[in-house]
């Protein structure tokens, strides 16, 4: 597929990640439906976009609830005329050991609400989009589509993360599950798993924690989120990678 053949959704594109992928798209020229929860952060992609070849259709979408996800998608088809590309890029981030000690030796437990919003908007999220977009795909035959799920290398476990690694880890098993029940439509389905990345979602962290993860890197530093976007143009356009998640952590031995 050739990027200015494509039509892609892209969820979470006010933050950093998903706004690189949304302006590298544009830029080569492909048709782009930009969604978040974040309506200022559209807003302001739309500004800083307005010079760019291809087009952008921007509109607030909670990937966690169902009429949203209906709503986005079919907007794709009114909008746009079809949808060829579905990026799950919206993610969050809250950590919490399962259980831990505060100062007065009381032993407190994650709450319940903070581990379901992860799993809802990590994992939920992405499976609602995904059906949505197969109900328009399947009809259709056997046509080149692609889902990229944007994981994290803390997928293979982390301290104080169980909840965000469970939720990345299940986002890994559902694009080489995916993977194989829709091949047979010529949909491909590629997970990208990144290491540290300059994003607001970044900036939560203590900078001691951010230091020794760079230092855990070949690279010593964090990714530019732009070096993400061009991971996801390479899988754009070699019809060959399917059903694998990519690691891209500047060489991070996690
Ligand atoms: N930045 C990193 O270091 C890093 C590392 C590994 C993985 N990731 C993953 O990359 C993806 C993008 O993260 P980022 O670093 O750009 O973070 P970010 O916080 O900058 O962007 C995430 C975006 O997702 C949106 N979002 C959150 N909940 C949503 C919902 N329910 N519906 C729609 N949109 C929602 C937010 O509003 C935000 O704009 C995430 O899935 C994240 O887990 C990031």
Redesign the pocket.
């Known amino acids: 597929m050739f990027i200015n053949e494509v039509t892609a959704i892209i969820?979470?594109?006010?933050?950093?990640?998903?706004r690189a992928i949304v302006l590298d798209l544009l830029q080569k020229g492909a048709k782009v439906l930009a969604?978040?929860?974040?309506e200022d952060?559209l807003n302001d992609l739309a500004v800083q976009c307005s010079e760019f070849k291809g087009s952008l259709l921007t509109t607030f979408?909670?990937?966690?609830q169902e009429g949203d996800v209906k709503s986005c998608i079919d907007l794709a088809y009114q909008q746009l005329g079809s949808c060829n590309v579905l990026v799950n890029?919206?993610?969050?981030?809250r950590d919490g050991k399962l259980a831990q000690l505060d100062p007065n030796g009381e032993c407190i437990g994650l709450p319940l609400a903070q581990w379901a919003s992860v799993i809802d908007?990590?994992l939920t999220?992405p499976m609602l989009m995904t059906r949505e977009i197969l109900l328009h795909w399947l009809p259709s035959g056997t046509q080149s589509n692609l889902i990229i799920n944007?994981?994290?290398?803390?997928a293979k476990g982390n301290s104080g993360q169980s909840a965000?690694s469970a939720s990345?880890a299940g986002l890994n098993a559902l694009t080489s599950s995916w993977a194989k029940e829709f091949s047979e439509y010529g949909i491909r389905v590629v997970g990208i798993?990144?290491?540290?990345?300059?994003?607001?979602?970044?900036l939560n962290l203590e900078e001691e924690d951010r230091n020794k993860m760079i230092s855990f890197t070949l690279a010593k530093r964090?990714?530019r989120?732009y070096e993400l976007a061009k991971l996801v143009e390479t899988i754009i356009l070699c019809d060959f990678i399917s059903g694998k998640t990519i690691e891209i952590d500047g060489g991070g031995s996690f």
């Open positions: 969820t979470g594109a006010a933050g950093g990640i998903g969604c978040d929860v974040q952060g979408c909670d990937i966690t890029n919206a993610g969050i981030l908007t990590n999220g944007i994981s994290s290398m803390s965000y990345k798993s990144p290491g540290l990345f300059d994003t607001p979602m970044a964090a990714g989120p």
